[in-house]
């Protein structure tokens, strides 16, 4: 079955940067994107970027164009989202969903809480 | 960006009744050339993640119960859950997927 696996929950400080993993299983890795999706506390969910596993071609959201770095590894079916210059408004739990050639989104990660404080 | 709206933010409605959400997009998502509405709909339980309900519009994932459906074309989109039960109590949230995905604000369903 389709499984995407996402690293544990993080603590940063205002300035730092995050990287958050996401390990898939069950289908052809190659075969389907992988994007990223964060919901602030209470808040709605925001759509983050999009990595193609196949060739490593990215876009992300305009207000993270320069923050936002995502990266692939073939061998080991994972796929990585860093985010830098953290601040406070970052506080969010970022979520991987697989996604078509049409970005539907169909299967999701469990979560990565992702804490900035000082 | 195609800002997605929905309405109403939060009902409440009994058990065994019917519960409609509407989403409005701030353009259309119908792609002309296969006549599908790039529209999806999303369920949240507390502390899980999102789980996928409909796309295209209408068309149920695999495994969702026909009390969930979907309707609509363009720039408008209603989802009804027809029989409300306790486990559909949820926050809903509409998707385009029409360009680079946009959500909605998302609806909180209570039961009553």
């Known amino acids: 079955q389709v499984q995407l696996v996402q690293s544990g929950a993080e603590v940063k400080k205002p300035g730092a940067s995050v990287r958050v993993s996401c390990k898939a299983s069950?289908?052809?890795?190659?075969?389907?994107?992988i994007h990223w999706v964060r919901q602030a506390p209470g808040q709605g969910l925001e759509w983050v970027g999009v990595i193609n596993p196949g060739d490593g071609t990215t876009t992300s959201a305009q207000k993270f164009q320069g923050r936002v770095t995502m990266t692939r590894d073939t061998s080991t079916r994972t796929v990585y989202m860093e985010l830098s210059s953290l601040r406070s408004e970052d506080t969010a739990v970022y979520y991987c969903?697989?996604?078509?050639?049409?970005?539907?989104?169909?299967?999701w990660g469990q979560g990565t809480l992702v804490t900035v404080s000082s | 960006d195609i800002v997605m709206t929905q309405s109403p933010d939060s009902l409440a409605v009994s058990l065994g009744e019917r519960a409609t959400i509407n989403c409005k997009s701030s353009q259309s998502v119908l792609f002309r050339s296969n006549n599908k509405n790039y529209l999806a709909w999303y369920q949240q339980k507390p502390g899980q993640p999102p789980k996928l309900l409909i796309y295209w519009a209408s068309t149920r994932e695999s495994g969702v119960p026909d009390r969930f459906s979907g309707s609509g074309s363009g720039t408008d989109f209603t989802l009804t859950i027809s029989g409300l039960q306790a486990e559909d109590v949820a926050v809903y949230y509409c998707q385009q997927f029409y360009i680079t995905p946009t959500f909605g604000q998302g609806t909180k369903l209570e039961i009553k």
């Open positions: 069950g289908y052809t890795f190659t075969s389907y994107y």
């Open positions: 969903a697989r996604g078509n050639s049409d970005s539907l989104l169909d299967y």
